[in-house]
């Protein structure tokens, strides 16, 4: 779905929604299309689901019709609805390979109820509901077909890439990788310094794909360029870009906040460890990595001993874009601990964020030793109960016979 169509949804959702105050819950558009989906193919469009309502709620979609069985949606057939807001709903059509070409139509049943009231049940459907239809037209002739959407390009410094970013629509009905060849031209002589193609990323028909693509800036000097760009279907685009001095733009991120998902873990159990941190500079940051040590502090003496390190895996960070960099904490013994993390990233350290985690004796399992002791104690009974070779009882059955109807 490109932009403008989700504008008009979501101009669509608001006066449905505004309109429907009694209901508080409404969907738009009304409907999705797929046309030419290939057999065996892929397709993908959405659709808003939103409330005016000031709770939360709970909504689940039915599926009924010829197209059941090939249809997924994101976040799933049941999610939660915050209050007073809009959820995008994505449908992926797959059409089995050895289906009728033609058209086929299904119909969802959207219903929404406030959270917790049985919507997310299996039994009957409870709240409010809207119809969507869904229509697909199935074909088995294959379709390449393709469209840059937009293209631009970001200033760089010496010894580091020229990057592009390109929006791709696939508006065929396969798979393919977009083509794209870059002419690096110096403005001032007016002499090509450089050329590349780029053809590795592949996407799926009817989607969007933001393809980073990233040209080596070595041979080139300081100074401005054009880029030349050039695709199937699209007309020549000219960019403008500069390389600068090094140092001339900010390389730096933030390491906002670090968290565990528990404060209180027992021994060998495992606490996942989450770095918030965001590119607030102007370059692209690549492998960054968030390297964690835990501290056991020591009460009596207020000292810190340092018994693990762990580390992300690494992750690239474009612009003004924020990242979760994960690693885990398994502690061995019981106590206190500091987690002290930073992020490395360029050959840079963010400042250390810190967060505790309090960690239990893992409680003991006393039920082998309850079982041991209920056998010994059968198989003393039976010892002193069973009968000696000459037919006479023990004298523990002598005596005990009587009380405990031993025969």
């Known amino acids: 779905m490109n932009q403008t169509k989700q504008i008009t949804a979501l101009t669509a959702l608001i006066c449905m929604i505004s309109l429907a105050s009694a209901s508080s819950f409404g969907v738009s558009p009304p409907g999705v299309e797929f046309k030419n989906i290939l057999k065996g193919g892929y397709g993908e469009d959405q659709f808003y689901v939103g409330t005016a309502s000031d709770e939360n709620m709970t909504v689940k979609i039915e599926v009924e019709g010829d197209m059941a069985d090939w249809l997924q949606f994101t976040p799933g057939k049941i999610f939660m609805l915050p209050a007073k807001s809009q959820v995008p709903v994505k449908v992926m059509i797959k059409p089995p390979t050895d289906v009728p070409s033609g058209t086929y139509t299904t119909y969802l049943n959207v219903v929404g109820a406030p959270l917790g009231s049985g919507v997310e049940g299996s039994g009957v459907s409870m709240g409010l509901g809207v119809r969507v239809t869904i229509k697909a037209t199935v074909t088995g002739e294959q379709r390449m077909s393709y469209r840059i959407e937009g293209i631009s390009v970001e200033d760089t410094e010496i010894g580091y890439p020229i990057k592009f970013t390109a929006s791709v629509l696939n508006n065929g009905n396969v798979r393919l990788k977009p083509s794209l060849s870059f002419e690096i031209i110096d403005k001032a002589s007016g002499m090509t310094k450089k050329t590349s193609t780029f053809n590795n990323v592949e996407v799926l028909p009817t989607k969007t794909e933001q393809l980073k693509i990233e040209i080596p800036s070595s041979g080139l000097d300081v100074g401005k360029y054009d880029a030349k760009v050039k695709s199937e279907g699209m007309a020549e685009q000219v960019l403008t870009f500069n390389i600068l001095e090094k140092g001339t733009l900010a390389l730096t991120g933030q390491l906002r906040d670090l968290s565990t998902n528990k404060i209180w873990v027992e021994e060998g159990e495992s606490a996942k460890i989450r770095g918030d941190f965001y590119n607030n500079g102007q370059l692209y940051i690549e492998k960054a990595k968030l390297i964690v040590e835990a ?31 994960t690693t885990y904490f398994t502690p061995e013994k019981p106590g206190r601990y500091i987690l002290r993390g930073q992020v490395i990233y360029s050959g840079k350290k963010t400042p250390p964020k810190e967060t505790i985690v309090n960690v239990l004796t893992k409680p003991t399992n006393y039920t082998p030793y309850y079982i041991a002791i209920a056998v010994l104690v059968i198989l003393i009974i039976y010892y002193l109960t069973r009968r000696a070779e000459d037919g006479r009882t023990r004298r523990f059955k002598k005596i005990w016979g009587d009380y405990l109807k031993i025969k």
Request: net charge negative; charged share 30%; glycine share 0%.
């Open 295 to 325: 501290y056991l502090i020591d009460e009596n003496y207020k000292t810190e001993k340092l018994v693990k390190t762990m580390e992300s895996d690494t992750l690239d960070v474009p612009v003004s874009s924020q990242a979760d960099l």
